[in-house]
């Protein structure tokens, strides 16, 4: 009868430890492009540069009773060439000719300033988080230079701890806000165009 009650004891405690704790997540997002925008250009080239400007791949933790093992991290491997591709789609519908060198042509940095992850230090349960995403984009054509920040915020609640899906989707949303944010600003097309 000891046995199993100290059995039972010892089953219960596995559980709860296992509901405080998280495991780490790799994301793999997957940012778009979700405005049309109105052609400006001729078909003329553009340098488009894409670089990442974050000061960790870490974007934060899962909150929890220890939120030192629920890392959240999104590679710079993964998500630079993705960002790269809609840059380039966002120029082209623009209205110019994306190219990786072209002498004298206008250039467009677009940098991944900073991409976070936020979920309360306090409680068992992760319940919520704020996820954010900041773009700056550098844009030089002669002697013309432009630079803006571009930043898309959201805060979500939870029933109970995101999985990775979730997660992946929620990032993938706030980097998709802000790159369309970024390409929405009529002075990129005008100075890239002049």
Request: glycine share 8%.
């Amino acid at each position: 009868m000891l046995q199993r009650l100290l059995f039972g004891l010892i089953a219960v405690t596995s559980l709860t430890l296992v509901g405080c704790a998280h495991s780490p997540q790799q994301l793999s997002p997957q940012p778009k492009l979700t405005a049309q925008l109105a052609p400006v250009g001729h078909g003329q080239p553009v340098v488009v540069r894409v670089v990442d400007g974050r000061a960790s791949q870490t974007l934060g933790t899962r909150g929890g009773l220890y939120p030192e093992t629920s890392a959240i991290t999104v590679t710079g491997n993964d998500i630079m060439p993705k960002v790269q591709a809609q840059a380039e789609a966002a120029v082209r519908l623009l209205g110019f000719t994306p190219t990786p060198n072209a002498y004298n042509a206008p250039q467009l940095t677009v940098t991944l300033a900073e991409l976070k992850y936020q979920s309360p230090k306090e409680g068992m349960y992760v319940t919520e988080a704020t996820i954010g995403a900041t773009f700056k984009a550098d844009v030089s054509n002669a002697n013309r230079r432009y630079s803006g920040r571009y930043g898309a915020s959201l805060d979500q609640r939870f029933g109970m701890a995101p999985n990775q899906e979730t997660n992946t989707k929620l990032v993938s949303d706030v980097l998709s806000d802000a790159l369309t944010r970024l390409f929405k600003d009529q002075a990129i097309g005008q100075i890239l165009g002049e």
